[in-house]
Each structure stands twice: as C-alpha cells, then as structure tokens.
C-alpha cells in the first residue's frame, strides 16, 4: 500500500478559505471586488458625482437671476442675464445626457460581476458543508438565497448605489455652497440635516431587528416550496395542492407578520423625511428675513442657500427608498456571511489528512475496514442511538453483506465510512474508531478517502446532464477525470478515455443495451432531481455504472440495486463479483432482498443499532437465529413458486392459452382521437387575453384596495402640498423682495414660516401613514403573488417539470424572487412615485391656472420625457430579464445539487460543481446594449428637468418684461414648473426597480395563463364519486415522451376488472411504471383512450378522478412538518384512530408512538434522519389512509426488510379487497396472488396470465422466477 503521505488537494487548491470578516456586512461583496470592477466602480463614482454635484450650480445660477429679476434691472439687461443663466442651464442638461447614463451603467455592470462572484463563492461554502449542516439548510432555501437574496445586494451595490452617491454628492457640494455664500443663514438652515442623519441611524437599528427573524423564516419557506415542486408526482396523485400551499401560506403568514414591524419602521422613515424636508422652508425663511432686513443677504443670496439646503434634504428624500433598500440588503447579507464563513466540522477543503497510496500503486492489496466500539446519534435525535457499541470488519477484498430490519443502523454504517458524520466519542478508554488498512478514518484526507469509494444509495440522484456526464461524475477525483473546460490542453485525451471506462462501466451496470437504444445512446440528455423519464430501475443501474468507473477500492452498494428485476440484478451482482476478483475490491453491500447476498463472503445482520450475528450464509442458517428467521419469512412465498416452475411443463398449454385469451380485446377497430384529444396532445399554451398588462396588475392591488387607497390618498396629498408649497413660493419673494418696511419683512417671514411648519406637521403624518400601508400593501401582494404563482404550477402536467427550465430548483427562486420584485416595488416605491406623480400633475395644474401663457409652451415637451420614460422602462426591464434567466438557471443548478449534496460528497464534485457554474457563466452574458438604451433614456429624462428650467427663464422673463405676468405668479408659475419638471426626473431613478416589477409580474402571468396539456375535457355526463367500481380500459394506447423518440407504450389494449389484483412486472425500464403515470393521468396517451367505468377519464374532472386514487411510489416523499401532517396529507378531519389503524397495518405504529412526541414529532428534513424503509412505511399508511378505489403500489415494498415486507404486504392484501390494485413489483413472491400478472417489456405486455398460468407457459415470466432463486 505504500506509506501514508500528505499531498496537498491541488483540485481544492483554487479555492481557499477565506479570512473571517470583520467590516460592515454591507461593505463584504465589495471584498469580491477585482481590479476591473474597481475600475468600472470609479467611472461609476465620478460620473455619479458629476451629475449630482452640478445640480448644486443651478441654485447659483437660480439666485443671479432672481436678484436681477426682483432688482428691476433694464428689460435688455434682465434678457442677456436670463439668456446667459439658460444657456448654463442648457449646457448642464446636455452634460447630464451623457453622464447620467453612465453612471447607471457602471453601477448596475459592476454590481453584477461582484455579486456574481459572491454568488460563486457562496455555492462553493454551501457544498463544502458537512451534513449536519443541511439538517437544518435545504436545497430550496440555497435556491432562494443566490437568486433572490443575492439579487436584492446586487440592486444595493448597483443602480441604488449609484443614486446615493449622487444625491450624496449633491448634499455635499449644495452644503459647501451654501457655507460659502451665506455662513450664518447656512449653519441655521444646516440643522435639520445632521438631525436628518441621526434619525435614520436609529430607524435603521431598528429596521435591522425587525429583519432578522423575517430572513428566517423566508429560507425555511423555500425550503418547503422546494420539496414541493420536487414531488410534483406524490403532491398531484394525492391531490395535496391545496394542503400543501396553505402549509406554504402559513410560512407567508408568519413572514407577512414579521413584516408589519418593518411597515411601522418604513412609516416612520418616510415621515421623518418629509418633516425635514419642509422644515427647511420654515427655517430658511425665518431666519432668512432677518438676514434680508439687516442686510447680510439679498432677497437672491437667500434662495440661492435656500436652495442648497434644500437639495441637501431633498437628495435625502429621493434616495430614501434606496436606502431602505440597501439596509434590507445589510440583513441579507448577514445571513450569507455566515453561511459563506461557516466552519464544517467535516470539511472536505482541508489539506490536512494521509493519503495511504496514489492511483499509480499497486492495487492487488485489498483494503479491510473495521468499525472498533463505535457508538453514534444524529444531531437531530440526539437521545436516540443509530449504532450503539457497534464492532465489525468487512474484510479485505471481500464482499460483506449487512442486512436487518429497517432503522436498525446499515444505513449509518455507509453514511460515517463515507465521513458525512463521525462516530461518538464519549468513553475516553475505548473511542468509537473506524479504521481503514489500519488507520484512523479521521486521520485521512477525506477528499482522498471518498475518491477510494463508490458509493450508490438505494433512491439514487441523477444530474441534468447526459448519461455519458452522469457515469463519468464518478471519476471526479481520480486520475481519468475529464476536464471541465473543452479549452484544456488534456480534455480530448481524457475525455478519449473516459468514453472507454464508461461504456465498459454501463456493460457492468447492465445498462448499455438500453443506453445505446436511446436517440443519442450516451449523450442523452436526462433531467436531474427527482422528475426525469428513466425509471428506478434504470436510474439505479446508471448509478451502478457511476460508481464502478472510478475503480473504487471500496463499493458501497445501499439498497443499490433494490430498483431492478431480478434477473438484471442477478447479472449485475455476477458483474460485480467479477471485478472484486480482478481488482480486489472491498465491498459493503447493504440489502434487504436475500437472494442478493447468498453469494455474500460474510453475512452481518444488525438490529436495533447493535450486531446481533455474523457469518457466512451457510452459517448463520446452522445457527438457526435471526437471520434463518428472515430467510425462512421471505422463502415462505418463494418455496411453492420453485415447485412450480420445477413441474409447470406438466399444465396444459391449452389451459393456459384459454385464460391468457380472457385479457385480450381482440377485433377492436383502430381508435381516432377528436380535436380535443389532439389538442391534449400540444404542450400547454398560454391563453390569449384581451387586457393589458397593466390592466390585470392594477386588478391585482385591487385586491389590496384598503391599504392601498389609503396609501395612495397619503402619498398624493403629500406630492400635493409641495404644489402648494411652489405657490407660497410666489407669495415669499414678494413679501421680502418688494417692500422696504423691515418690519413688513420680518412679519412676512414670520407668517409664511408658520404656514410651511403647519405643512411640515401635515406631511409627516401623511408620509408616515402613506409609507405604512404601502409597506404593508405590498407584504400582502407578496403573499398573494406567491400563493398564486403556487396554485398555478401545481396544477401544470407532470410533463412541464420535465423540462429543465421548469426544474423545481428555478422555479423555487423565481416564485420567491418575482413576487419580492412587485412587493418590493409597490412598498418602497410606489410611494415616492405617487408623491412624485402628484408634484408633477399639480405643479402642471397649478402653472395653468396661473399663468397659461408661461406655462403651456414650457409642458410641450413634456411628451419627448414621456417617450424616454418608456424607453427607459421597456428596454431595462428586457435588460432585468437577460440577466435573470442565466441567475434563475444558476440557482436551478444549485438547488439541484444541494438537493443531492450526499452524492456530491460521495464523489467529491465539489470542485467540478463549481468549475460547471463557472462555464455555464461564461456563457450567459446579458446584452448590455438593452442596458444602455434604457440608460439613455434616464439621461434623456434628468436632462430635460434642466432644459424645461431654461425655457421657463427664458419665456417667463420675456412675459415679465412685456408685462403679461406679475413678479409673485411669475415666480409661483416658475416654481411649479420646475417642480414639475424636477419630480419628473426624479420618477425616472426608479425605473429600474419599475422594471424588475414588471418583469416580475410578466413572469407570474405566464405562470398563471399558460393551460395545462393534462386537463379535463368538456363532459355531458356527470361523475359521482359514490359510484365509482374501479374498471379500467386501455384501447389501443400509445404513450411517447417528448424527450424520446421511441414510444414508452405501444398499442396497449387491456381491461383491468373492478375489485381485481393486477400485477406488472418485467425488466425495468420496460414500461410499467409509465403505465401507472397514465392511470395517475401524469401523462396522457398520444393515441387511443383510458376509461374508468366505461368513461374516458379525460372527461371526469382531475381533482375528483384522482380522489379514487391512492399512489405509493418507489421514493418515498415526506415534507416538512410532523408525521400526523404527513399521513394525512390534506385529508381533513381524520378520526385519530383510523390514522393508527392506518399506520399499524403499515408497520409503522409501533415506532411512531415510540418518538417524544408521537404523531406531533417532526419528521425533519425530508424524513433524512429515518431509514428508507421506515420512510415508506409512512407512506404506505398514508396511501391506505386514502381508502382509494384503485389502489397503485409502484415498488411499494422494495424499500422494506423481509419481516416489515411480509406485515405491510399481508396489510396490502388486506387493504385490496373490494378495490382495484394494480401492482409493480421485481419480487415477484410478492405478485403471485395477483388475479393477473403482465410482464411488460420494451412498452408491450408480451405475456398475461394468472400465477399458474405464467407457469405453464414457461417463458419470459418463468424466466424471471429462476433469476430470483
């Protein structure tokens, strides 16, 4: 073997552990930041303070002009100081076209790279994570965080940053100015704005608590919507849509609750705002009348600081929802921090640990694992010991069987050789140790020892991928991986390679004659999760060929081929024994199908945590103990079936062939599908609608009127009383500027500054209440939008979630994160845009109303803003969704493999996990000429405001000189057009957030409108429930997925009795399962039709067709909540002992009460803490729960050990009388009773019969039998 050495894990070298972070959490993505992006950043910066800080130039430029305008200057010298001060103004606009623009793009490039690479770096810590930590963390809450979570920081340090820089630049210079100009009636005015500061640093604090237990709960929310849309089979068959999305709503519930403190925190944000914002009025113009009257400052010195201090508060104000929304990001951050910088215990990135040989060496010598005193609890269940003083050795180059009762520790025994967890070790004197050649499993590099095992667990997961990527994943760690990137100098070599140790590791598996029948044989594309086409048995073979690839010295086979027939199973174990000979080869097999293991060198059988006995098969039968009493339960079946087959040639054919006749529909004319059956046949459409986008989100909020009129009245009032705040304007430069009275002066500035303090009062409630029900309006629609996005994916086809777009991983996020871009968007900044709406209409009204002359030739262009503003929105919101659609895939593929995140440990793919992100990021570039259209059309819109201001001076002196205007309505006219103006351009800093809304809301219509292909069709005839008896008619069915070329099913004729027993059975991959998924109506056939009582059951409505239907599948699917919730799933009011009769008859009783808290004890994640067995049974008792009147068992018992089987098979049979059952089953003990049994193979029954029947046949079904022997 070679001694132990120390190399450094050069395949984990490229990504290091990061240094702990001790900054502001906000500041932490900017640590991804490389010298590109700092330099994109700087652009950025500059140009964001260019175009905020010159915004500050125009109150100079306001103030030269109102102190010639009011000094009554000669009308050929107001004109030239006018033209001059308009032309600067022009020249801003102009400036602002090009650097507004600019800025925006840089921020939102920017931002996108660093998030993407914090995105990265957080799916590389999650998947360096030990299992304890995904106890707690599921693949849908990872889903969410990359998608969602990360997308509110990437807004955060992107477009709204890029607004806070520039309004913060404006604050500065507008301050600066204003100390410059006029000191004393500046440090007055200047008050309110560190006043401003401190409030919002409080609210902040406050916010932050208010967001921490919210976060929470959203990633636990994921988590259930990931298990949902992953089950999609399990959740249609037993009609949970409406149970499991009201267990959805609940987590809304609690998130909309936790969000109320958040909408009183927003209240109170937007309240303190405005308050400052028109204190500066009353300030200003109190203090500025002394000032006039004592001659430190003219009338035009005064606006001019008036006006800088008031763009000081006013940035605040703009930028307030973007601020808010960069404090929520702080929060989120937090929580990817944490996960990013979690230590594991476990963790495979570490260079630490012996490597006892390399490929290269010698492998003749066979390695020995043995387990010394080892004791172990899951985290999760601490009291209850798994293994309890648990000693054994699986001995070199041998295979071991390991079996018992289901729960009793095998699956433990594989789950801490592969290090997911380490064994207890409470008794200093004798630790509980796992030594591998005689070293310390602790003491070995983990990446290094899982590269010696194969491991293939009983409900294997697959990856999208082709099956020629899928088997080659099991190379990943060793010598022959294939490179990632195509651009490596060795990838057509390895990969030359790779395809010759595939294709022989599918010939060990028995896979590769239904490999190469596939339409691109190995480059077959297959769908990861749980939802692809191949069956159990098919998947559990490539799996097979997954771990044989890499020359494992160690095979750890867990229920690993408990998906096949017996007959392919007997070939693939004679495989495997075949290279354990040739290679030396360790291997763990754990099993519950004895026949498997009779071959076995050493036999351990383990019950309750503990080794009960040990031997070979031989031996342990002499000893007559527990393991001969398993023999002897599961041969008791077995025992009559090898007499048969010994003397079925003595039956009569004739006998035989009169009761195979009986199942046939011979002289059935060819059936023709109608336009409704042909329409089933197209995938689902989306439905043609006559209103607008805008019509059905404004149908939406409705919905929510109350919140939202109370908030909208709010909002606009307050835009409203900043119209009436441009009048006052008029009235205040008339009072102080044309009068020489010092007193009338004082007593003016005195006056209007109580009116703008009554004004402040009134807008600080009115912001207050509008930024609360705003706030909370948009929580609900959160809510709403999610349960509908929910409802409406739950009730598309099965066949939907099979293409890689729909997989459960992207559509997890995106219903999280397209529901976030609406609420986020109605309760942040539908206020400031109604506020901002109001200025603009009333400022507009108002300009009319007192000066028509001035005001209408400077609104006429307003429709040029209109046209950039939909500019500015259309081509963002195309923008927002080049970007989502690689984010919404990149989350998919991390769900994906979170979801499988044992197998990717068991592999050791983390690092090609993310070198697999990496390219598929590389190749998903957002068009960046969408982004600068849109940006364009935010330049063309802040440069307009400016424009709009030269028009006004310009056309307004010329009316003022001419005297058509007076001086208080020429400047009461003036203000509410710039206001106007102003207000506009401010609208257009919210148009990217606009634009993730719609794009948002698009994404949830589609969802909503598209038609299932599986629906109900128009019916004249009723359907009672109370009559059903359970016959079921296939003619002339053919079923052919879309992803495969070759019909699944072909021409099936067949009559299924009511009341009677039938069973399938024949090579897997045959076609049986796909049987059962059209009586589930999963699928529905492209030719022919399925009756149940001589009804098509295309007519009975689904809801109520699948009411008589209770389904058991291979995966058993438990979701997250108590075991009660999981029995009942969705059937209500359920007396309590029918739900124990259901679970004793199932095998599960026992253990249930067994628990703390009985049938309240949660189940965990996903039931991950209980064995497979005692999963299923779960199952099973919820199925007989159902009391269905067609009863479907695909593999039902498969996951079960021989005594639970013959209980929870004795309680099926029990459970079949009086309805239809049909049965899938390799064990075919478990079929004999079967009033018919078809054996299925290549998508035709070839032979139907009884039991007997079969028998005297002697073929295919014999066939089958003496495999099992």
Request: glycine content about 8%; proline content about 3%; charged content about 20%.
């Amino acid at each position: 073997m070679g001694d132990a050495t120390n190399e450094n894990n050069s395949h984990l070298a490229h990504v290091p552990r990061r240094s702990k972070y001790t900054g502001h959490p906000y500041f932490y993505v900017f640590t991804y930041a490389d010298r590109t992006d700092w330099l994109i950043y700087a652009v950025g910066f500059v140009a964001a303070a260019i175009s905020g800080g010159i915004f500050p130039v125009l109150d100079l430029v306001y103030g030269y002009w109102t102190n010639a305008v009011v000094a009554n200057e000669s009308a050929s010298q107001l004109r030239s100081t006018t033209n001059t001060m308009a032309g600067v103004c022009v020249a801003i606009g102009v400036l602002q076209l090009t650097i507004a623009p600019l800025f925006l793009c840089c921020f939102m490039i920017a931002s996108g790279r660093i998030t993407n690479k914090m995105r990265r770096a957080y799916l590389n810590a999650i998947l360096l994570q030990d299992a304890e930590f995904f106890e707690q963390v599921g693949a849908g809450e990872v889903g969410t965080r990359m998608l969602k979570d990360i997308g509110t920081i990437k807004a955060a340090t992107g477009d709204k940053l890029g607004f806070v820089c520039s309004a913060f630049t404006t604050l500065v210079v507008a301050v600066i100015m204003a100390f410059c100009r006029a000191p004393r009636l500046a440090g007055v005015s200047f008050g309110v704005v560190p006043l401003t500061l401190i409030l919002f640093v409080g609210i902040g604090y406050l916010s932050l608590a208010a967001d921490s237990r919210l976060l929470e709960v959203t990633g636990q929310a994921g988590t259930l919507l990931e298990q949902i849309l992953s089950s999609i089979r399990v959740v249609q068959s037993f009609a949970a849509e409406s149970f499991l999305a009201r267990k959805y709503g609940i987590y809304l519930l609690q998130i909309q609750k936790f969000g109320a403190k958040r909408s009183l925190v927003r209240g109170l944000e937007f309240g303190t705002i405005y308050c400052i914002l028109n204190l500066t009025y009353s300030v200003c113009f109190w203090y500025g009348s002394k000032l006039v009257v004592s001659d430190e400052v003219g009338v035009g010195l005064m606006f001019t600081v008036f006006w800088n201090m008031f763009n000081a508060v006013f940035s605040i104000a703009t930028i307030l929802p973007h601020i808010s929304a960069i404090r929520d990001s702080v929060s989120t951050s937090e929580k990817i921090i944490a996960d990013i910088e979690r230590i594991p215990t476990i963790g495979v990135s570490s260079t630490d640990g012996a490597k006892l040989w390399s490929r290269s060496d010698d492998k003749s010598t066979p390695v020995e694992v043995e387990y010394r005193n080892v004791t172990f609890s899951y985290p999760s269940r601490p009291n209850h010991k798994s293994l309890d003083d648990v000693s054994l050795k699986l001995e070199p180059g041998a295979v071991t069987a390991v079996v018992g009762a289901s729960g009793s520790g095998k699956s433990t025994l594989a789950s801490l050789l592969l290090r997911y967890y380490d064994p207890v070790r409470s008794d200093a004197s004798a630790p509980g140790r796992i030594l591998v050649a005689g070293h310390d499993l602790g003491s070995l590099s983990l990446s290094w020892i899982r590269s010696q095992i194969g491991y293939v667990a009983q409900d294997p997961q697959l990856f999208t991928a082709s099956i020629f990527d899928n088997v080659a994943y099991g190379l990943s760690g060793t010598p022959w991986q294939v490179p990632t990137s195509p651009s490596d100098p060795n990838y057509e070599s390895r990969l030359s390679e790779a395809q010759v140790l595939v294709e022989r590791a599918l010939k060990q598996a028995q896979a590769w004659e239904f490999v190469r029948k596939l339409p691109e044989g190995l480059e077959t594309r297959i769908s990861g999760g749980r939802t692809d086409l191949l069956s159990g048995g098919q998947k559990q073979r490539i799996a097979v060929a997954r771990a044989l690839v890499r020359k494992p010295r160690i095979l750890v086979l867990d229920e690993g081929t408990s998906a096949l027939d017996s007959e392919t199973e007997q070939r693939l174990m004679l495989s495997i024994h075949e290279e354990q000979k040739q290679t030396g080869m360790t291997t763990m097999l754990i099993a519950h199908r004895l026949s498997s293991i009779q071959n076995a060198d050493q036999i351990i059988v383990m019950s309750n945590g503990r080794v009960t006995e040990q031997g070979t098969y031989q031996e342990l039968m002499i000893s007559d103990g527990v393991f001969k009493s398993l023999v002897r339960h599961q041969a008791t079946n077995g025992r009559d079936t090898h007499s048969q087959v010994q003397h079925s040639n003595q039956l009569p054919i004739k006998e035989m062939r009169s009761r195979e006749s009986n199942t046939s529909l011979p002289g059935l004319a060819t059936y023709k599908t109608d336009s409704e059956v042909a329409e089933s046949m197209e995938r689902g459409q989306l439905r043609e609608t006559s209103r607008a986008l805008a019509s059905r989100f404004f149908r939406l909020i409705w919905g929510f009127k109350k919140w939202l009129i109370v908030g909208t009245l709010a909002s606009f009032c307050v835009g409203a009383a900043f119209t009436i705040v441009a009048w006052l304007i008029g009235f205040v430069v008339k009072g102080l500027g044309t009068s020489d009275d010092d007193q009338h002066v004082l007593s003016q500035g005195r006056y209007w500054s109580m009116w703008f303090l009554v004004l402040a009062i009134i807008t600080t409630i009115l912001s207050g209440v509008s930024g609360f029900f705003f706030s909370s309006g948009g929580d609900r629609i959160d809510r709403q939008l999610q349960l509908t996005s929910l409802h409406a994916i739950l009730q598309q086809e099965v066949g939907f979630f099979d293409n890689e777009e729909n997989a459960p991983g992207a559509l997890t996020a995106a219903v999280a994160s397209c529901a976030g871009n609406v609420s986020s968007a109605v309760g942040l900044i539908w206020p400031q845009v109604i506020v901002s709406c109001a200025d603009f209409i009333g400022g507009i009204i108002l300009s009319l109303v007192l000066s028509w002359k001035l005001a209408l030739p400077c609104i006429a262009p307003i429709p040029f803003l209109l046209a950039a503003a939909y500019y500015n929105v259309a081509y963002l919101e195309r923008y927002e969704h080049d970007v989502q659609k690689p984010l919404e895939e990149a989350s998919a593929f991390a769900s994906e493999h979170v979801d499988a995140i044992k197998t990717v440990a068991a592999y050791g793919r983390e690092t090609s996990v993310i070198e697999q992100y990496d390219l598929s990021a590389s190749r998903n570039i957002a068009n960046l000429r969408h982004l600068l259209i849109g940006a364009i059309g935010f330049g063309v819109g802040v440069g307009f405001s400016l424009v709009l201001c030269a028009i006004v001076m310009w056309w307004g002196v010329e009316l003022f000189v001419t005297h058509r205007i007076t001086l208080a309505r020429f400047f009461s006219t003036f203000e509410a057009i710039l206001i106007a103006g102003f207000t506009a351009s401010r609208i257009f800093t919210f148009v990217p957030d606009l634009a993730r809304m719609m794009h948002g809301f698009r994404r949830v219509c589609s969802w909503e409108d598209r038609e299932p292909q599986i629906a109900s069709l128009a019916s004249g005839r009723s359907f009672q429930t109370g009559d059903v008896k359970g016959t079921i008619t296939f003619k002339e069915c053919t079923l052919k997925y879309e992803s495969r070329p070759q019909p699944a099913i072909e021409n099936l004729n067949l009559v299924i009795p009511a009341g009677n027993s039938v069973a399938f059975c024949g090579p897997s991959g045959g076609g049986k399962s796909s049987i059962i998924s059209l009586i589930s109506r999963f699928y529905d056939p492209i030719f022919g039709t399925i009756s149940l009582d001589n009804q098509d059951i295309r007519s009975i409505p689904l809801d109520q067709y699948r009411s008589q239907i209770a389904l058991v599948s291979q995966n058993a699917i438990l979701y997250e909540g108590t075991f009660g919730e999981n029995i009942t799933l969705g059937q209500d009011c359920i007396p309590q002992e029918v739900v124990e009769r259901a679970c004793r008859d199932a095998s599960i009783l026992d253990f249930i009460l067994s628990l703390p808290q009985g049938f309240d004890t949660p189940v965990g994640f996903k039931g991950s803490q209980m064995s497979g067995g005692q999963r299923q049974r779960i199952c099973i008792a919820r199925a007989l729960l159902r009391d269905p009147k067609i009863l479907l068992l695909d593999e039902a018992t498969s996951a079960l050990d021989t005594e639970s089987e013959r209980s929870v098979q004795q309680a099926l049979e029990q459970a079949s009388k009086g309805r239809t059952t049909i049965t899938i089953a390799h064990r075919l003990s478990t079929i004999r009773g079967a009033d018919m049994i078809h054996v299925v193979e290549d998508g035709r029954i070839i032979e139907s019969g009884t039991h007997e029947t079969l028998l005297a046949l002697g073929g295919r079904y014999v066939d089958l039998i003496r495999s099992q022997l």
